[in-house]
């Protein structure tokens, strides 16, 4: 963590596991399946879950296998979010948090090609791994707790299919129509 990362995590603690959580559970109360707002909580699932896999692999060959999941989920998802939804907020009147979450999303990528070039089973990559995860969560609590909520009540219920659609093509461009456990 960079002498600058470490001042910044100290005047804005992260969000506690419990917060996050019920933020999830509130967005998830406002959504149905197949919604576009469920796809990507959803995908939130799928991220958090690729972190702990990676963290837990036991060996050099699992963990970067693991590894390479996470980035293939990441992003796709953010791909998906990047063409589909951030443009949504923008035009709505949230420039400022669609170009927010397009830079923390950017940096997160550059993040994962330098975890690339960490020995996998050092606690560098460990630590890397965790800088990662920590962004990404509070990225997740963002859009849960009110950027997407936002958004959603902001659309119009034609419109929420067309972007429902929309952030579908985006994922199966990137992912096809694997699941999350045959990207590995």
Known sequence: MSFFDKIVATITP??????RLDAR???????????????????HDQIEQAFAD??????????????????????????AEET???????????K??????????????????LLEKIDPMTQD?????EHIRGAVTHHMYQEESSWLL???SELPPG?????????????DRYLGTKTADELA
């Open 14 to 19: 992260p969000e506690s596991d419990e917060t």
């Open 25 to 43: 559970a509130r967005a998830r109360a406002e959504t149905e399946p197949g919604h576009w707002l469920s796809l990507v909580l959803d995908h």
């Open 54 to 79: 990676a963290r837990s692999a036991a060996t050099a060959e699992d963990r970067i296998t693991a590894q390479k999941k996470l980035a293939v989920i990441l992003t796709g998802h953010s791909n």
């Open 84 to 94: 589909v939804l951030y443009p949504e907020m923008a035009d709505h009147g949230h």
């Open 96 to 113: 400022t948090h669609a170009g927010l979450a397009y830079e923390e999303q950017a940096m997160t990528k550059v993040q994962l090609a």
């Open 125 to 129: 990559f460990l630590d890397k791994l």
């Open 150 to 152: 936002d958004l959603k």
């Open 159 to 171: 419109r929420q299919a067309v972007i429902a659609q929309r952030y579908r093509e985006e994922i």
